[in-house]
């Protein structure tokens, strides 16, 4: 079995694994027999059961798990696609303003409008907002008749920054009672994980790995370089565009229900290349795998440790990345010498 196959293959059954220890851990553990019992029934192989434990299963925690799959493998391939156009391997998706909008929009509606439009207005309000972060960065890139990688990074963190005082402000000047409400959602997490929202993911996971898929050879020949990659006939800037306006899409998606995730983006592109090589072929659905499998851990993690009660996913994340970081400032340090 190739290095790939077999990648593919443990990773897909560790993910099992952890889509079933996701479901039987939370604020309280549910014996693994009354899971399966439950998935049978959801699956309509057993019989029926008034057993409330079964809807906790059922319609909070495997919608859970198929939330955090569906995020992280959709982080892990923006974070591919981004490293590869900007040709930068520390971009991740919210380097470039795209979750500092998203979390605008969400703190306009949690201080100031409330849930006029119920459980969909904090997904619409966060999506409309990076969706508005992201036309800001492209209208700059467009305006400046250039989409190299180094003008796309400074337009995007001059976003971020306009967008992180528009949450600030929004913060300090709202309702101070839902400042809890604000900073959990900032840190990322999974609370509305429901099967109405499963959908929203799905396509923004699709959209993604579908375009980034179809246009793998044109993501490879930006490995060796725009001249190189012109000379192959690739339109280079015309690509770099696209791949960060549905990058920017399906993040927009993500973020608008689970707040903002750190790191996943930039970790799991390093960790994947690492296993497989640059070439994207297999480099994409890897890091899809490695994605979804580092989200549903820290997920795991973050309701465990301080039991009943709930860290923000983020907060995971985000101290495995900084730790991931470090390593890799200490390789290449190692390399250059």
Request: hydrophobic share 60%.
């Amino acid at each position: 079995m190739s290095r790939f196959g077999l990648s593919m293959f443990l990773g897909v059954a560790g993910l099992a694994a952890l889509i079933l220890l996701s479901v039987v851990f939370g604020s309280t553990p549910i014996p693994l027999s009354q899971v399966m019992q439950a998935m049978w029934t959801g699956l309509g192989l057993g019989p029926e059961s008034s057993d409330p434990m079964h809807r906790i299963i059922l319609e909070l925690r495997v919608p859970r798990a198929i939330f955090a799959a569906l995020i992280g493998a959709g982080l892990g391939v923006v974070g591919v696609v981004l490293q590869t156009t900007t040709r930068n391997d520390l971009a991740d998706p919210f380097l470039f303003g795209l979750s500092s909008g998203a979390a605008a929009g969400a703190v306009f509606v949690i201080t100031v409008t409330g849930d006029i439009l119920g459980l969909w207005t904090l997904p619409l309000a966060a999506f409309c907002g990076g969706l508005v972060a992201a036309s800001i960065v492209l209208a700059l890139v467009k305006a400046l008749r250039t989409s190299t990688p180094e003008k796309l990074i400074l337009a995007g963190l001059a976003v971020s920054f306009l967008f992180a005082a528009i949450t600030n402000y929004l913060i300090f000047s709202g309702d101070n009672r839902a400042a809890h409400s604000v900073v959990f959602w900032m840190l990322g997490g999974l609370g509305l994980a429901r099967w109405q929202t499963v959908p929203l993911i799905a396509a923004g996971f699709g959209l993604i790995f579908a375009y980034a898929f179809w246009r793998r050879r044109w993501l490879d020949a930006l490995l060796a370089g725009d001249v190189t990659a012109a000379s192959l006939g690739v339109p280079v800037d015309a690509v770099r565009f696209r791949m960060f306006l549905v990058a920017a899409l399906s993040t927009a998606a993500f973020v608008s229900v689970a707040g903002v995730i750190g790191f996943i983006g930039l970790m799991v592109p390093h960790i994947a290349r690492g296993l497989v090589g640059p070439l994207h072929h297999r480099l994409l659905p890897l890091a899809a795998l490695t994605g979804a499998i580092l989200l549903i851990g820290s997920d795991i993690l973050s309701r465990l440790l301080l039991a009943p009660q709930e860290l923000p996913v983020g907060i995971i994340t985000t101290s495995i990345g900084s730790a991931f970081v470090f390593l890799l400032l200490i390789g290449t340090r190692k390399r250059d010498h």
